[in-house]
């Protein structure tokens, strides 16, 4: 490996990030798999950062799923863009910027679609006028929300409470990077870092101090696949996908996955339960599995969050032992306690994969 | 005879026109921005398909033009278009007027790295066709050799006849280069498995078929038809290819010891520098124009400005040093006309 080819690709991919003001729009799942993420990417870019993050109930889904399903017109797609566009216009943003990878890639691909064919957009303006008599401009920048950490990584790492090291070896944590399908695979340039290399979440474990792993199926699908795994006879392949990347990374033993989409987390996560059941196998250390985290959970954990505040008591796999390595101090009583102290009941355990 | 010509370029074509216009009778002088003449095949080791040592017919054009005055290391720093006539200003100084340019500024050799998916730069065992080349040249490559080289691939079409590379031509050497090096390698390495992935096979010239048809049955070569989609590297440092095999309809997997790209022809930044400096036409793939592409292919469409070898586009060795023969010819036809 030779770091400095890949600094060099980097280099060639930078992307223009206005630092303020932008316009936020949630994911339709992130909500219900990790839904702590999406609270704390607001928390610490408005609170801790101070930035000007706004967001508005009326936004909908940007109709990626279905679009990508073949169930949807790519003009209705369209029309619901711009009419979350027309939300970021009556709001008086100018940068929009997404939670969801598949919404991201979504907005660029329409974007780029209207720049290519203005008639297009000029269809479009006239069907979203009569379908709810709203106008938009469109964003003057298109971020995804992992970009923005991205940018504020640095001022993260100077109010970091903890650095992503093994407090028993005092080496760096070895991190597996993986990056959703429609974050720059389709446009290159779109993405931090290009879409074979991407920078993008390597930049954020690089600031916080851990140590990236390249590994031979980095770029592989992590399984979701939305027609893999929204038609249920196709399931086998959603998790053979998973099945790949955990053999394919195995041998160089990662402390932690790291994620910036929505299914990616999810189904790394709760497949390697899945694995464990069917085919006895863990990845992680003494039968435990290995956490996959998003990204925003990850600068929380370095700013010092309560591990269960920021909801990885949602996570299949246990985060307990990523804990202890970071030298993070938990209460295992008040895991499975709601922020209203209720107790939200535990789980019933799996047979084969260790669970705290 | 007095008239002076200026020859751009030290490679092989601008070799062949000088010793040409020597044995008509004319004093060439030929500008070389590199420390010695020779170009591109002064790194190749052997050229196909009798294998060819390609240092010896270096060795006999630099002979054979021993007689030109010869500027090494020189640049063009500015060419002033005069009545009838150019007057070109070296780097060191130098300045020359002449009514007679030949544009010999060949090709490069595209950046490899730019194909970000194949690894070229990131992952220790992927090389260029150059580099294997520079390796059976000196044996100095610690990339190969030292690996076992149980498995070697090569990757035909490296930036070559792909749009989104911005080149769209056919370097038309990299099919049969592939089959020469993939040979050598299994005549080094009797035990390696050796795969070249192609799009399709251009073996146009004399004997490339039969070439191609020994590199399969006498030496058990594989030819895969379809695309490298990714390479990367497992934890051993070897490099790992998945590719589409387009003949079995299948995805193909393999784990290799070395990978070698074949790197493509792409224009020269030197020839677009002179084509600046004299208004030359630049077309369609970035390599110089033609007066027309049938009848007068070592012709600018300017007076007194001839091309030879691959500034016009990909070339064979032995097409370039025909066209330098012509060029030569068509030089000495002109002066004739002028006169």
Redesign the interface.
Known sequence: ??YQ??Q??WADYQKEIPDNRWFYVRSCIRQNFFPGAERMFLEICRNVLGKDFFETEYHTTCGGIAYHCDTIPQETVMTIIARQFALMTEAGYENYVASCITSFGNYAETLETWREFPEVETRIRELLWKACRREFKTPKYLAHASDLIYKYRNEIAARAKFRLINRFTGEPLRVVEHIGCHYSKMFPSKGVG????PYVLCGMIEAWGGNVI??????HCCGYGFRQYHVKANRGYSVSNTYKKFESME??HPDFIITNCPGCPYFMDRWQYVIAETEGKTYGENGYGIPVLTYEEVASLVLGYNPWDIGLQLHQVAVEPLLDKLGIEYDPDAKYKGLNKKDLLRPELPGILKCC | MKENIVIIGGGIAGMEAASQLLDLGYKPIIIEKSDHLGGHVAEWNCLFPDMTPAGDVVKNLVTRSAGANIFLNTEISFVNKLKDSYNIMLSNGISIITKIILVTTGFSLFDASKKEEYGYGIYDQVITNKDLEHWFNTGDDKRVGDCGMNAVGFVHCVGSRDEKARNSQCSKVCCITAVKQAIEIKQKFPEAMVYCFYMDLRMFGKKYEDFYISAQRDYGIRFIRGRVSEVSENIDGKVIVKAEDTLSGKPVKVTLDLLVLMAGMVCCKDSTKVANMISLPVDSDGFLKSRDNVTGIIEAPKEGIFYAGACTGPKTVPETLAEARAAALNVHLYINRMK
């Open positions: 490996m030779i080819g890949k060099k690709i290009g879409a074979e290399y390249d590994y031979p199926e980095r770029r041998p160089y």
